[in-house]
């Protein structure tokens, strides 16, 4: 039987709405939700893939009491754990391993791509709305659905000025200017502009870069990779990739909660002597991990993500899973 359930969209932090095709309690594609706020039916490329993770599904066919043993085991025989959060994980997930890591006294560790945490940060109609956007990153290409609120400022006459270092982009064929410079040149290019401007970016050169931004007196929309990188930023403050560099050069044990972090930084993970995935799906972490417990996708479980710009949006499982879920992981790891 045909069924279409809602949800949001797991593959950036614009916040869009899909609708997720089921066929007999199977995955079989999506279609953009029509009346969402944030994308009022549209969807891109990879808000349509998202469902394809579901092809990588990890089994639940594991000796789940030996597994937690293990890692009880290993946690307790070390001093030096750090338990990575990641912007997939849903708000009441982030809570519930940050309180885990708390009372066991791990280190916390979490990446938000280098973009750091802005408490103020402009809505989406406030990029519409802007009399000039500064681009920092193709965000037209890897964030669409904020990239059409920009062309929509562009048809409300806004001049849009880009700094991107690819030499082709989409984001460039709509801007009235293109830089490639560095980010630090090209803000202080632009650096008297009226305080109706929005500064929308994806990318950063450096920490330097993210002050220049914050100095700069203008609405700021930082555009991050995961879902829900923003709700997790008021939970636990994030690091830099030279941070957690060091975090990870002090680790002996690894508890990766639902993240890729080797496809995002250049690290020699084999220095780590357990790592430890807690994932729904495959990827190049899992497959270096000495351990590996499957546990619920966003679509298996209720929960919420704080978009982009800062609003805090519920899901519900549009899928029933016998897979167990972050919280009864944790639970039985304090057990
Ligand atoms: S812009 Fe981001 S949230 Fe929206 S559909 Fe694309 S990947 Fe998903």
């Not at 490639?180 to 502009?193: M, T, W």
């Not at 975090?247 to 690894?254: A, K, M, Q, R």
């Not at 690290?267 to 619920?296: H, Q, R």
Request: net charge negative.
């Amino acid at each position: 039987m045909f069924e279409i359930k809602h949800t949001l969209c797991p593959s950036c932090s614009v916040g869009c709405g899909i609708n997720v095709i089921l066929d007999n309690d199977e995955v079989v594609g999506t279609f953009p939700y029509k009346r969402h706020p944030v994308n009022e039916g549209k969807n891109c490329l990879n808000g349509r893939n998202s469902v394809e993770r579901f092809n990588d599904k990890i089994g639940s066919d594991i000796d789940l009491d030996k597994a937690i043993m293990e890692i009880s085991k290993e946690i307790n025989d070390s001093d030096k754990v750090t338990v990575l959060l990641s912007g997939n994980n849903s708000l009441e997930e982030a809570s519930a391993i940050k309180s885990f890591s708390d009372e066991n006294n791990f280190n916390i560790a979490f990446y938000a791509d280098d973009l750091g945490n802005f408490e103020d940060v402009a809505s989406y109609n406030d990029v519409e709305n802007a009399s000039n956007v500064l681009i920092i990153g193709d965000i037209l290409c890897e964030n669409p659905l904020v990239g059409r609120r920009i062309v929509h400022a562009k048809q409300n006459n806004a001049k849009i000025f880009s700094n991107i270092k690819a030499e082709k982009s989409v984001t460039a064929n709509i801007s009235d200017e293109v830089s490639s410079s560095s980010v630090g040149e090209f803000l202080d290019k632009y650096s008297n502009l009226d305080d109706s401007s929005v500064i929308v970016f994806n990318t950063v050169d450096s920490a330097e870069d993210l002050d220049k931004i914050r100095n700069s007196g203008l609405k700021v929309l930082p555009v991050y990779s995961k879902p829900n990188t923003k709700g997790v930023l008021s939970i636990v403050e994030d690091n830099s990739k030279d941070e957690l560099i060091e975090v990870l050069n002090d680790t002996d044990v690894l508890l990766v909660v639902n993240d890729n972090i080797v496809d995002e930084i250049d690290f020699d993970f084999k220095s780590i002597s357990k790592i430890i995935s807690l994932s729904a799906f495959e990827n190049d972490t899992t497959k270096i991990s000495d351990i590996v417990i499957p546990i619920k996708s966003w679509l298996e479980y209720d929960g919420s993500f704080v978009n982009a710009m800062g609003d805090t949006q519920n899901f519900s499982g549009v899928l029933e899973s016998d897979v167990s879920s972050v919280f009864e992981i944790f639970e039985k790891i304090n057990n």
